[in-house]
């Protein structure tokens, strides 16, 4: 193989690692209880079967509640063991097991929590082993890094609830509006009625000095 040959299956084993990694999504928003249903899928860069995916944890936030589903297991024969830290309820790490070597990539339903409604983005890492040993470390930071870890990020809360509120102000300022234009048609009709009875009177006056004369 000549240089150029060489330079072009590099960049190819390269662009081939960054391209595939680990990614967790979030099913919808957190319930009120905080957690949050996410699904991971490993993608297979093994020369044959997945073997293990295990999904590191954070220190911050601390999470407490790791729920696997069970239909990957029925569906596909892959177990899972959840680990928690030593001496604490703090979720160390979610390890996916391919006990019947399934072909394809590994794809899993989890719950976690609790999780707030503002989270930023939280990042986790991923080791995933193929059968024949090697191994693939999805942990470096920046999703342009050549293995990237994979990063949950919520959805944040929506403005409606400003909206609303600014409605509702806007309510309110009209109301003192119409009362006040009310008052001032009320003050205007008394004034009529002063300036007219005033007219009458007057007339009246004249009227009885002419008879008088």
């Known amino acids: 193989m000549g240089v150029a040959g060489t330079v072009f299956a ?32 490993a993608e297979n860069e093994c020369s044959g079967a997945i073997a293990t995916v295990d999904l590191v944890f954070p220190d911050t936030p601390e999470i407490t509640t790791a729920t696997p589903s069970d239909v990957p297991r029925l569906t596909s024969g892959w177990t899972n063991v959840v680990t928690t830290r030593t001496g604490s309820e703090a979720v160390a790490d979610v390890t996916w097991t391919n006990a019947a070597n399934a072909e394809g990539d590994g794809s899993f339903d989890l719950a ?32 342009d890094s050549e293995f990237p870890a994979p990063v949950l990020t919520i959805a944040k809360s929506s403005t409606a609830t400003t909206d609303h509120a600014h409605d509702e ?38 009227v009885l000095m002419r008879r008088k004369k």
Do not use: Y
């Open 169 to 206: 102000a806007t309510t309110d300022t009209k109301a003192p509006a119409s009362t006040t234009k009310k008052d001032s048609g009320s003050s205007t009709g008394v004034i009529v009625a002063i300036v007219a009875g005033a007219v009458v009177l007057i007339g009246g006056g004249i």
């Open 112 to 143: 976690i929590g609790p999780i707030a409604t503002d989270q930023d983005p939280i990042e986790f890492k991923a080791i995933v082993t193929c059968v024949d040993g090697k191994v693939f470390r999805w942990i470096e930071a920046g999703e």
């Open 10 to 41: 590099g960049l190819l084993l390269v662009a081939t690692a960054a391209s595939a990694h680990v990614e967790i999504t979030p099913n919808g928003s957190a319930g009120p209880d905080g957690v949050l249903q996410t699904s991971i899928v």
